[in-house]
C-alpha cells in the first residue's frame, strides 16, 4: 500500500459506517489498533483513554436504555462496540510512563483540572483510535447520542471512568451511507497570526 493509499483509507476515503456485516470482529484486529494508537501524544504522556469492548449480544443489550433512538437499531446489531472512557486516575501510571516521576503531583487530587486533562487527552486518543480502526482494515462509526450518565451506571458503577463516545466496530456493508458531505476549507478555520 503507497502513502496516498494509506491516506485514502484513514481518512480522505473513509466514511462512518452503521450498517456492518455479521462477521465478528478478531480480537488480533484490535490489539493491532492499540498497537497503533498507543503512540499518539497525549499531555504528559498521560494516556488516560479506556475501551470497554462489547463483544456479546448481552453485553450490547445493556445500552438498549442508555441509546437515542436513532442509534439504538444500529449500535445493538453492530458485531463490536467500543465504550470510550476516561480514566479520572490516570495519574497512578506517570511515575512509569513520564520521565519526570513527579508528573504524578500534577494531577493527583486537583479535581477539576485532572478531569478536563483525562477528558481532552482521552478525546485525542479516541481520534487516534478511530484511524487505527481504519488503518487495520476495519470499519467504524463513532457517535455521541446515548446517555453518559446511564452508561456510566450500567458499566462504570465505581465513577474511576466516564464515557466520552461509543463507536461501533466491523466489517460496513456500505449501506445507508450518503454521499460526501463538504467541509470547511483552511480559510474558513484557519488563521495565521
Known sequence: MTDQELLDLILRKARSHSDFTDKPVPEEALRAAHDLM???PTSANSQPMRILYLRSKEAREKLRATL????????LKAPMVALVAHDLRFWENLPRMFHNPDAINWFKDKGAHTEVTAFRNATLQGGYFLL?????GLDCGAM???DNAKVDAAFFPDGRFKSNF?????YGT???IVPRNPRLSFEETCRIL
Do not use: E, M, Y
Open 174 to 176: 456500505g449501506k445507508g
Open 132 to 136: 487505527a480502526l481504519r488503518a487495520v
Open 38 to 40: 498507543k503512540w499518539g
Open 166 to 170: 461509543l463507536v461501533n466496530i466491523g
Open 144 to 146: 455521541s447520542g446515548f
Open 68 to 75: 437515542s433512538a436513532v442509534n439504538l437499531d444500529k449500535t
